[in-house]
Protein backbone atom coordinates (compact mmCIF):
# COMPACT_ATOMS: atom_id res chain seq x y z
CA UNK A 1 0.00 0.00 0.00
CA UNK A 2 1.25 3.53 -1.30
CA UNK A 3 1.48 5.80 2.07
CA UNK A 4 1.93 9.54 1.48
CA UNK A 5 2.68 12.09 4.03
CA UNK A 6 1.87 15.35 4.73
CA UNK A 7 3.06 17.57 7.33
CA UNK A 8 -0.78 19.42 8.58
CA UNK A 9 -1.15 22.77 9.58
CA UNK A 10 -4.25 24.33 11.11
CA UNK A 11 -5.48 22.45 13.84
CA UNK A 12 -3.90 19.12 12.25
CA UNK A 13 -0.27 19.90 13.43
CA UNK A 14 1.30 16.26 12.59
CA UNK A 15 2.23 13.86 10.16
CA UNK A 16 0.06 11.76 9.32
CA UNK A 17 -0.37 8.78 6.80
CA UNK A 18 -3.17 8.84 3.85
CA UNK A 19 -4.48 5.53 2.17
CA UNK A 20 -5.58 6.20 -1.15
CA UNK A 21 -7.82 3.05 -0.52
CA UNK A 22 -10.86 2.85 1.48
CA UNK A 23 -10.26 1.91 5.30
CA UNK A 24 -12.80 -0.34 7.46
CA UNK A 25 -13.44 1.24 11.01
CA UNK A 26 -15.91 -1.15 12.79
CA UNK A 27 -17.22 -2.68 9.63
CA UNK A 28 -18.10 1.20 8.24
CA UNK A 29 -15.79 2.10 5.16
CA UNK A 30 -14.82 5.54 5.36
CA UNK A 31 -14.19 6.83 2.28
CA UNK A 32 -12.47 10.48 0.97
CA UNK A 33 -13.90 11.78 -2.54
CA UNK A 34 -13.65 14.57 -4.30
CA UNK A 35 -16.89 14.33 -5.93
CA UNK A 36 -19.16 15.18 -2.62
CA UNK A 37 -21.64 18.00 -2.15
CA UNK A 38 -20.95 20.08 0.98
CA UNK A 39 -24.85 19.99 1.37
CA UNK A 40 -24.74 16.73 2.25
CA UNK A 41 -23.02 16.79 4.71
CA UNK A 42 -23.96 15.67 8.74
CA UNK A 43 -22.08 18.07 10.27
CA UNK A 44 -20.98 21.93 9.33
CA UNK A 45 -17.92 21.75 12.31
CA UNK A 46 -15.14 19.98 12.53
CA UNK A 47 -15.14 17.64 14.79
CA UNK A 48 -11.05 18.70 15.68
CA UNK A 49 -11.10 21.98 15.67
CA UNK A 50 -14.92 23.56 16.00
CA UNK A 51 -14.29 25.48 12.64
CA UNK A 52 -16.51 25.29 9.92
CA UNK A 53 -16.08 22.43 7.61
CA UNK A 54 -14.97 23.24 3.86
CA UNK A 55 -15.81 21.74 0.34
CA UNK A 56 -12.43 20.19 -0.20
CA UNK A 57 -12.40 18.28 2.92
CA UNK A 58 -15.40 15.64 2.82
CA UNK A 59 -15.47 11.96 3.17
CA UNK A 60 -17.62 9.44 3.83
CA UNK A 61 -18.09 7.50 7.19
CA UNK A 62 -20.93 4.98 7.18
CA UNK A 63 -22.28 5.90 4.30
CA UNK A 64 -22.91 9.62 4.97
CA UNK A 65 -20.88 12.70 4.22
CA UNK A 66 -18.79 14.05 6.75
CA UNK A 67 -17.10 17.65 6.72
CA UNK A 68 -13.95 18.45 8.34
CA UNK A 69 -11.68 22.00 8.19
CA UNK A 70 -9.22 21.14 6.04
CA UNK A 71 -7.54 18.16 4.30
CA UNK A 72 -4.80 16.97 7.39
CA UNK A 73 -8.28 16.70 9.72
CA UNK A 74 -9.94 14.28 6.94
CA UNK A 75 -6.88 12.65 6.38
CA UNK A 76 -6.21 11.93 9.90
CA UNK A 77 -9.68 10.49 10.50
CA UNK A 78 -9.94 8.56 7.38
CA UNK A 79 -6.40 6.90 8.33
CA UNK A 80 -7.89 5.44 11.02
CA UNK A 81 -11.10 6.36 13.02
CA UNK A 82 -10.89 4.18 16.16
CA UNK A 83 -7.62 6.35 16.40
CA UNK A 84 -9.85 9.41 16.82
CA UNK A 85 -12.57 8.20 19.47
CA UNK A 86 -14.11 11.80 20.37
CA UNK A 87 -14.20 12.39 16.22
CA UNK A 88 -15.76 9.16 16.03
CA UNK A 89 -18.62 9.01 18.70
CA UNK A 90 -19.32 12.85 17.44
CA UNK A 91 -20.54 11.44 13.91
CA UNK A 92 -21.96 8.59 15.42
CA UNK A 93 -23.81 10.69 17.43
CA UNK A 94 -25.12 12.82 14.66
CA UNK A 95 -26.13 8.96 13.04
CA UNK A 96 -28.15 8.17 15.17
CA UNK A 97 -29.96 11.61 15.78
CA UNK A 98 -30.72 11.75 12.28
CA UNK A 99 -31.72 7.88 11.73
CA UNK A 100 -34.51 8.71 14.86
CA UNK A 101 -36.12 11.51 12.48
CA UNK A 102 -35.40 10.64 9.06
CA UNK A 103 -36.62 7.86 7.59
CA UNK A 104 -36.65 6.57 4.02
CA UNK A 105 -39.44 5.59 2.40
CA UNK A 106 -38.58 1.63 2.32
CA UNK A 107 -37.66 1.45 5.58
CA UNK A 108 -40.84 3.03 6.96
CA UNK A 109 -43.76 0.63 4.67
CA UNK A 110 -41.48 -2.25 4.50
CA UNK A 111 -42.72 -3.83 8.20
CA UNK A 112 -46.34 -3.42 7.08
CA UNK A 113 -45.15 -7.07 5.44
CA UNK A 114 -45.80 -8.34 8.69
CA UNK A 115 -49.00 -6.77 9.91
CA UNK A 116 -50.97 -3.62 9.90
CA UNK A 117 -49.09 -0.72 11.43
CA UNK A 118 -45.84 0.45 11.46
CA UNK A 119 -44.83 2.65 14.39
CA UNK A 120 -42.07 4.99 12.60
CA UNK A 121 -41.47 7.80 15.14
CA UNK A 122 -42.52 7.91 18.36
CA UNK A 123 -42.00 11.03 21.01
CA UNK A 124 -44.32 11.52 24.51
CA UNK A 125 -47.11 14.00 22.91
CA UNK A 126 -46.54 12.76 19.37
CA UNK A 127 -46.17 9.30 17.25
CA UNK A 128 -46.22 9.24 13.76
CA UNK A 129 -47.19 5.59 12.19
CA UNK A 130 -48.06 3.65 8.52
CA UNK A 131 -51.64 1.92 8.75
CA UNK A 132 -53.02 -0.18 6.25
CA UNK A 133 -55.73 -2.68 7.60
CA UNK A 134 -56.63 -5.51 5.87
CA UNK A 135 -60.52 -6.47 4.84
CA UNK A 136 -61.41 -4.49 8.05
CA UNK A 137 -61.14 -1.94 10.38
CA UNK A 138 -61.30 -1.72 13.81
CA UNK A 139 -60.27 0.87 15.49
CA UNK A 140 -61.64 2.59 18.75
CA UNK A 141 -61.70 6.16 19.14
CA UNK A 142 -58.45 7.13 21.04
CA UNK A 143 -56.60 9.26 23.73
CA UNK A 144 -55.00 11.49 21.45
CA UNK A 145 -56.85 13.73 18.06
CA UNK A 146 -55.38 12.22 14.79
CA UNK A 147 -54.34 13.40 11.52
CA UNK A 148 -54.65 11.01 8.41
CA UNK A 149 -52.64 11.38 5.39
CA UNK A 150 -53.72 8.57 2.79
CA UNK A 151 -50.90 7.41 0.61
CA UNK A 152 -52.19 4.79 -1.75
CA UNK A 153 -56.11 3.04 -2.18
CA UNK A 154 -59.29 4.67 -1.95
CA UNK A 155 -62.40 3.97 -0.09
CA UNK A 156 -64.79 5.50 2.49
CA UNK A 157 -64.30 7.00 6.12
CA UNK A 158 -66.61 7.58 8.66
CA UNK A 159 -65.97 10.08 11.18
CA UNK A 160 -69.27 10.30 14.19
CA UNK A 161 -72.30 10.90 11.72
CA UNK A 162 -69.83 12.04 8.96
CA UNK A 163 -68.74 9.68 6.33
CA UNK A 164 -66.62 11.23 3.26
CA UNK A 165 -64.85 9.39 0.24
CA UNK A 166 -61.31 9.00 0.55
CA UNK A 167 -58.30 9.03 -2.03
CA UNK A 168 -54.36 9.17 -1.96
CA UNK A 169 -53.17 12.87 -0.82
CA UNK A 170 -56.64 13.18 1.46
CA UNK A 171 -55.89 14.35 4.73
CA UNK A 172 -58.68 13.75 7.57
CA UNK A 173 -59.03 14.62 11.00
CA UNK A 174 -60.24 12.95 14.14
CA UNK A 175 -60.71 14.76 17.49
CA UNK A 176 -59.55 12.51 20.43
CA UNK A 177 -62.36 10.48 22.04
CA UNK A 178 -64.16 10.12 18.54
CA UNK A 179 -65.49 7.46 17.13
CA UNK A 180 -63.88 6.63 13.14
CA UNK A 181 -63.27 4.14 10.93
CA UNK A 182 -62.47 3.28 7.19
CA UNK A 183 -64.68 1.56 5.25
CA UNK A 184 -65.53 0.26 1.93
CA UNK A 185 -61.48 0.61 1.17
CA UNK A 186 -59.39 -1.04 -1.66
CA UNK A 187 -56.77 -3.72 -0.79
CA UNK A 188 -54.43 -1.63 -2.02
CA UNK A 189 -55.22 1.38 0.90
CA UNK A 190 -52.19 2.95 3.33
CA UNK A 191 -52.30 5.92 5.19
CA UNK A 192 -49.80 7.63 7.49
CA UNK A 193 -51.38 8.53 11.10
CA UNK A 194 -50.28 11.45 13.39
CA UNK A 195 -51.02 10.94 17.07
CA UNK A 196 -50.04 14.42 18.97
CA UNK A 197 -51.35 16.12 21.68
CA UNK A 198 -51.18 15.15 25.44
CA UNK A 199 -53.09 11.70 26.29
CA UNK A 200 -56.11 11.61 27.99
Known amino acids: MI ?8 CCTQTVAVCPVPQEADGHT ?8 IDDSINTKCPFSG ?8 GLYRGRVVGFCNTGCRDKFVADPDAWPKAKAYFDTLI ?11 DTIRPLNQGAISN ?13 PKG ?16 SGSGKFQRGDETVSFKPGD ?15 TDDFKTWVVF ?5
Request: charged share 25%; proline share 7%; aromatic share 12%.
Open 96 to 106: TEMDQWHKPWG
Open 3 to 10: ALLFVLTA
Open 136 to 151: KDDQTPHERDEVYMVI
Open 171 to 185: LLFVPKGMEHRFVEF
Open 51 to 58: QPIVESSL
Open 120 to 132: VWQQPDASILVYA
Open 196 to 200: YGPRD
Open 30 to 37: VVVSHSLD
